[in-house]
């Protein structure tokens, strides 16, 4: 997950569980679904998602953000037809 996000990647908890092995904590809902989407073989498919997602932050520097936060994404990946997903939001 580190280098994954350029800039932002200093902005992800990053965590060690008690055998060692790095672990990271929800940074975003986006890039595990167009990784699930490169991954998988998915036809047409339009979802939501709504789920806590965690910023290492200093919250008294940025006025506004928080650490821990609610993330909702909508989602349409595949071919319809030409504003027909639009029409539909």
Do not use: W
């Not at 092995?21 to 339009?46: C, H, Q, S, W």
């Not at 989602?75 to 939001?89: F, K, L, Q, T």
């Amino acid at each position: 997950l580190t280098g994954k996000y350029g800039e932002d990647s200093k902005l992800i908890y990053d965590l060690a569980d008690q055998g060692g092995e790095m672990l990271a904590l929800r940074y975003d809902l986006t890039v595990p679904f167009a990784r699930f989407l490169a991954v998988n073989a998915v036809g047409n498919i339009k979802r939501y998602h709504i789920g806590k997602v965690y910023r290492r932050d200093q919250p008294a520097l940025s006025r506004g953000r928080y650490r821990e936060f609610y993330q909702c994404d909508f989602d349409i990946a595949g071919s319809y037809g030409r504003m027909v997903p639009d029409s539909e939001c």
